[in-house]
């Protein structure tokens, strides 16, 4: 299994501004994933992050307010941009295990409220 | 397009009840299944997952699921619900290894005295 982290664990925001969230995993994995949670929802694919490639995201999102790095293998990173409190929600990051099944593994999340 | 339901949304339980949760999902071929754990505050949590071979899994903390190809279900079930299984609980189905996974929204389990 994969250890992962993320930076903040939570934070309050103004909104206008904008927000990096980090998320560092312990082992080398080709594919990362970004999801958010609004409350009391499920969670939804923001995009997908393979290094040495822009990020493929899903509809309803995009590279503008939602611009990710991804510079290595173990660490990626998604910034929430001009934030309204509608982007008031968790974000999780996850790694795929690279193995048949596709089993994946999460990130502790980010819980982001913005005033 | 895949599609996962969890028909019920809030489910109570008492203590020491038997559990089941119910999932649905909605795919031409058989995709790999999972069910994760979310407590209040934590992040998600694999409980198990099936993508071939004996259509009954076990999981951690006791959890099994079933696959039934014919009523494209996966449902999750703990025979002896203990006060610390409270959580949401999430199916999620993945139709290719390396890709993302699909998530139903939730069922939210409450665990009474």
């Known amino acids: 299994s994969a250890v992962i982290s993320q930076k903040p664990s939570r934070d309050i925001c103004q909104r206008g501004t904008s927000l990096t969230i980090q998320c560092q995993v312990d082992s080398q994995v080709t594919m990362m994933f970004w999801y958010r949670q609004q409350p009391g929802q499920s969670l939804t694919l923001i995009a997908t992050a393979n290094q040495g490639s822009e990020a493929t995201y899903e509809s309803g999102f995009v590279i503008d307010k939602f611009p990710i790095s991804r510079p290595n293998l173990t660490f990626s990173t998604l910034t929430v941009s001009n934030m309204s409190p509608e982007d008031s929600s968790i974000y999780l990051c996850s790694v795929g295990s690279g193995g048949v099944g596709n089993e994946q593994f999460f990130g502790p999340g980010t819980r982001l409220t913005v005033l | 397009a895949q599609s996962v339901t969890q028909p019920d949304i809030h489910i109570t339980v008492s203590e020491g009840a038997s559990l089941e949760l119910r999932c649905n999902y909605s795919?031409?071929?058989?995709?790999?299944l999972f069910w994760y754990v979310q407590s209040p505050g934590q992040g998600l949590q694999l409980l198990l997952k099936y993508f071939s071979g004996d259509t009954l899994v076990q999981g951690i903390k006791g959890f099994e699921a079933e696959f039934k190809r014919s009523q494209s279900s996966f449902n999750l079930r703990k025979p002896s619900v203990h006060w610390s299984d409270a959580a949401e609980y999430f199916c999620a189905v993945g139709v290719k290894s390396g890709y993302a996974l699909n998530f139903g929204k939730g069922t939210s389990l409450l665990v009474t005295p």
């Open positions: 795919y031409g071929a058989t995709p790999y």
